[in-house]
């Protein structure tokens, strides 16, 4: 379990599936987490039940889902990942979804990354960690960018949003360009 100030990082609990199947079914939370990801979105809770059962058995090495809860009550509140974790290779990709709106802009996903980040850098021999999102979610990129991501580049209008497209903007962390651990717990 990781904590911070307030969240903590849990892992993944069977009983968490009620609370995805919610948020993958929200179709606000949906627009803003896709990023063009045909992944997620609106599924039948047979179909999330297949693929929880799978995300359950995840092997840590290579990749996790934890359940983002909010420290006050233990209410879930979103989930962050990391995949592709390459050991030799020095990178992974992570990820986060705030599914409970009401907690949109308080500062929960941010310190969920943080909490993150912190693991996979101190835990892995780790260089470079990744994420993308699109344009159009401009909370997203500040928050991220404001975390230390950088911007390396776009996919020029490769995320469809209804009638519109988007960039899918990719960012990138070095292990020497994080800082926010270290200011995290002074």
């Not at 960690?129 to 020029?156: H, I, K, M, P, Q």
Request: proline share 4%.
């Amino acid at each position: 379990m990781l904590e911070g100030t307030h969240v903590r990082l849990r892992a993944l609990r069977a009983e968490d599936a009620e609370h995805h199947l919610r948020w993958r079914n929200d179709p606000e939370v949906v627009h803003w987490a896709t990023a063009g990801d045909p992944c997620f979105g609106p599924v039948t809770a047979e179909a999330l039940g297949i693929a929880f059962d799978s995300m359950l058995r995840l092997v840590p090495l290579e990749s996790a889902v934890f359940t983002v809860e909010d420290r006050a009550d233990g209410r879930p509140i979103g989930m962050a990942d990391y995949r592709d974790l390459d050991p030799f290779g020095g990178a992974a990709t992570v990820g986060i979804t705030i599914g409970e709106r009401e907690y949109w802009g308080r500062g929960h996903g941010s310190e969920a990354m943080r909490l993150l980040v912190d693991h996979l850098f101190g835990a892995f021999p780790l260089r470079r960690l990744e994420l993308d999102t699109w344009s159009g979610n401009e909370r997203a990129v500040r928050a991220f960018s404001r975390l230390g991501f950088r911007e390396e580049g776009r996919r020029r209008q490769a995320v469809r949003q209804g009638d519109t497209f988007h960039d899918r903007v990719l960012f990138g962390l070095l292990r020497e360009e994080w800082t926010h651990g270290a200011e995290a717990s002074s």
